[in-house]
């Protein structure tokens, strides 16, 4: 059974209005609806900029297609950190999306601000929970409090990717096992011996691509944003944190004067143009290289995140993505749902999916990850070790700001990306000279802000 709405838009939710939404409850396989249709239907689908979202898309519409003539759903690009606000617009205007591609930290503070709609009943018809691929659980997805508001859809980790042709250059060992010294050290020799040439890149910009790189450096020194042991005190200005923007201060050296204005795609630019030995990153920069510059990637590797020399942690920042459902004023609940379970089940379309953008979307099941059409993919085939890397090696360190450390959900993360409070910090390091301490306890006191603000969704 549906439960009860929870408090949304300072409107409740009853019963009725509940099954008036989203019909009758679904249980075990998933029933076609009954009704046609004579007007044509949109059913919006929101995902991240890529071609992955539209793939999904040509799926949902071959099940409307068989079995809801004048439904179609419509695939529209969004950047992430614009889910909160959009959806808040859309639902003021009784227009919401019927699903959302999005990863797990909003996908927690959405099911806490009770906007979303449950999704075990898809979770079960396509046998979510048996099908994922080793290491990840269906509740990393988005589940609150027990219930599951996310069904899995595809993940992306950020780890460390090395030219070798600079590495050999500068006489470095394979950084299989390197550390932060090893990193700090090789970026300082590549820099040294391609002048004019950058040993290493990171995003330091006001942006999301800082604060995930930044985050990951911070985990692995063995920091924390809020502790939710502690119900959410916020622990940003622990030595861990300190320790981990001093680090980053001492790598700039070795950087683009212009990292501190770089987003995503510059990171890309700097690495597949020849401009930088290394860099952190996802999947997407071996697959532009495939595209656009072979020689980079004959000789571009992947590796995981050079551990901490005292903690020995190589936290990834991961992209857990799921579709979410908002529950308020969406038509389209139970279509949406018999179409996304259909995709699901197809492992044709979930390879077809992960392909769009190889390998920076990886496989969520197992049926899709052993498939032929990954398997013997042309990238797979030229760089085994390193995909395995990207695809699976990577995951016993998969970590995001909404599950910190793997120590509890975090329903606050989103709040806190949306002010890009971990690279502002970082700016005010490197662009206005402040003081390390300084910068941080500038932003603990941010972080207690949120916290604060917010301390609703915590329960």
Same mark, same amino acid.
């Given at each position: 059974m549906l439960k009860k709405g929870k408090k949304t838009m300072r409107s409740k939710f009853s019963r009725r209005d509940v099954l008036a939404l989203s019909g009758a409850a679904?249980? #075990?396989?998933? $029933?076609?609806? =009954?009704?046609?249709?004579?007007? +044509?239907?949109?059913?919006?689908?929101?995902? +991240?900029?890529?071609?992955?979202?539209?793939?999904?898309?040509?799926?949902?519409?071959e099940w409307a297609q068989r079995n809801a003539p004048g439904l179609r759903f419509e695939s529209e690009q969004i950047a992430w950190d614009a889910v909160y606000t959009k959806l808040a617009t859309d639902l003021a205007a009784r227009r919401p999306p019927a699903l959302i591609s999005v990863e797990s930290p909003i996908a927690y503070q959405l099911a806490a601000e009770g906007l979303l709609e449950p999704m075990q009943d898809v979770n079960r018809a396509i046998r979510a929970r048996e099908r994922l691929v080793d290491g990840f659980s269906v509740d990393d997805f988005g589940t609150w409090k027990g219930t599951e508001y996310?069904?899995?859809?595809?993940?992306? *980790? @950020?780890?460390?990717?090395?030219?070798?042709? $600079?590495r050999q +250059? =500068?006489?470095?060992? +394979?950084?299989? %096992?390197?550390?932060?010294?090893?990193l700090l %050290? #090789?970026?300082?020799?590549?820099?040294?011996?391609?002048? *004019?040439?950058?040993?290493?890149?990171?995003?330091?910009?006001?942006?999301? @691509?800082?604060?995930?790189?930044?985050?990951?450096?911070?985990?692995q020194a063995g920091g924390l944003t809020w502790d939710p042991s502690r119900r959410f005190e916020t622990t940003f200005n622990s030595p861990a944190t300190i320790e981990a923007y001093d680090f980053i201060k001492e790598l700039f050296a070795t950087m683009p004067r212009s990292a501190v204005e770089f987003s995503f795609l510059q990171v890309v630019d700097q690495h597949v143009t020849g401009r930088t030995g290394s860099s952190f990153y996802?999947?997407?920069?071996?697959?532009?290289?495939?595209?656009?510059?072979?020689?980079?990637?004959? &000789?571009?590797?992947?590796?995981?995140?050079?551990?901490?020399?005292r903690t020995g942690a190589r936290w990834s920042w991961t992209d857990i993505n799921g579709f979410i459902m908002p529950r308020q004023n969406n038509p389209f609940i139970k279509e949406a749902k018999e179409a996304l379970a259909h995709v699901m089940n197809s492992t044709e379309w979930m390879v077809r999916y992960s392909a769009s953008l190889f390998p920076n979307v990886g496989p969520v099941f197992k049926d899709q990850a052993t498939a032929p059409g990954i398997q013997q993919h042309p990238m797979?085939? =030229?760089?085994?070790?390193?995909?395995?890397?990207?695809?699976? #090696?990577?995951?016993?360190?998969? @970590?995001?700001?909404? !599950?910190?450390? &793997? &120590? #509890?959900? %975090?329903?606050? $993360?989103?709040?806190? !990306?949306?002010?890009?409070?971990?690279?502002?910090?970082?700016?005010?390091?490197?662009?206005?000279?402040?003081?390390?301490? =300084?910068?941080?306890?500038w932003g603990h006191r941010q972080f207690e802000d949120i916290r604060r603000e917010n301390a609703r969704l915590l329960g």
């Open positions: 679904l249980s #075990g396989s998933l $029933a076609a609806p =009954a009704y046609a249709q004579t007007r +044509e239907r949109v059913a919006r689908v929101w995902g +991240e900029p890529g071609p992955y979202i539209g793939v999904f898309t040509n799926g949902l519409n996310a069904v899995p859809l595809h993940h992306q *980790g @950020c780890l460390f990717v090395m030219q070798d042709d $600079a +250059e =500068a006489g470095l060992s +394979e950084p299989t %096992n390197w550390t932060w010294h090893d %050290n #090789g970026a300082r020799a590549i820099q040294q011996r391609r002048q *004019g040439g950058a040993g290493f890149t990171m995003a330091l910009g006001r942006n999301l @691509c800082g604060d995930y790189h930044i985050q990951q450096l911070i985990w996802w999947g997407r920069t071996m697959g532009r290289a495939a595209d656009e510059a072979k020689p980079i990637f004959d &000789k571009m590797e992947y590796y995981l995140n050079p551990a901490h020399p797979y085939q =030229a760089k085994r070790r390193s995909v395995d890397v990207i695809f699976t #090696g990577f995951v016993p360190h998969a @970590c995001n700001s909404g !599950h910190e450390l &793997k &120590k #509890g959900i %975090n329903p606050l $993360a989103g709040i806190g !990306h949306g002010r890009n409070v971990w690279s502002q910090v970082a700016q005010r390091i490197l662009v206005n000279n402040e003081n390390t301490r =300084a910068a941080v306890e």
